[in-house]
């Protein structure tokens, strides 16, 4: 895709990277629609220029899954275990980790505390990823790990402190106090379960 930007490998260096990976770490959030397209690459170079397609999280005015407060964050598991299964066939079944997988709430200037502190829309969205995750497992993809995204509300590239993944409440104006949004409770009581497949055979994972 981005041609001669990437310097070549001469046959010994390739012949030294080959295999030599200890595992796979794959991000997930969401996914889109793409169709094809092409751009003048040469004029705006940028890592959606260079992927060719344009993006869209609706076909025919219908939403590609469940919303949330972020306009390019649906709820679609299906996709982890699509790009999951993708990868196994591909490269080999490789060892993965879900290095980042998580929900994030939009702030505004009406925001409560108890806005983010009552996060059950993050619950559903573990819960339903966990349970595909699950699935993908006895399918026969080898993941040794997941992990979600993120501990504390934290500073986002794209949105700073305006999009709070955390699963536990920083209060930025009152000398940064932490407090247990309801999906790290629950996460407490997933995680005491024996495996994940226990968990997501219990009924049931989610309720509003």
């Known amino acids: 895709m981005v041609g001669n930007r990437l ?11 080959k295999g030599s990976f ?32 344009n993006r869209s999280t609706e076909k025919n005015g219908i939403p590609i899954c469940e919303s ?7 709820i679609c598991p299906w996709g982890l275990r699509d790009i ?14 879900v290095t980042e997988n998580g929900m994030g709430y939009l702030a505004n200037s009406s925001s409560t505390m108890s806005d983010f502190i009552n996060d059950n829309l993050r619950i559903k969205y573990h819960s339903v990823h ?3 995750l699950s699935k993908t497992i006895k399918e026969g993809v080898d993941v040794r790990g997941y992990f979600i995204w993120s501990f504390l509300d934290n500073f986002e590239w794209t949105g700073g402190y305006t999009i709070r993944f955390g699963i536990t409440y920083v209060d930025y104006v009152n000398g940064l106090q932490r407090y247990f949004k309801n999906s790290a409770l ?13 968990a997501t055979n219990s009924s049931p994972l989610y309720s509003e």
């Open 68 to 74: 949330t407060s972020i306009s390019w964050l649906h």
């Open 130 to 132: 966990l349970s595909y």
């Open 186 to 198: 629950w996460f407490h009581n997933f995680l005491k379960k024996e495996n994940i497949a226990s």
């Open 84 to 97: 999951l299964l993708y990868i196994k066939g591909r490269y080999e079944s490789p060892t993965i980790i």
């Open 7 to 17: 310097p070549n490998f001469t046959k010994e260096q390739s012949k030294m990277i």
């Open 22 to 53: 200890n595992f796979l770490g794959v991000n997930y959030y969401t996914t889109i629609y793409a169709e094809d397209s092409r751009y003048d690459t040469g004029a705006n170079l940028s890592y959606t220029t260079d992927s060719h397609v």
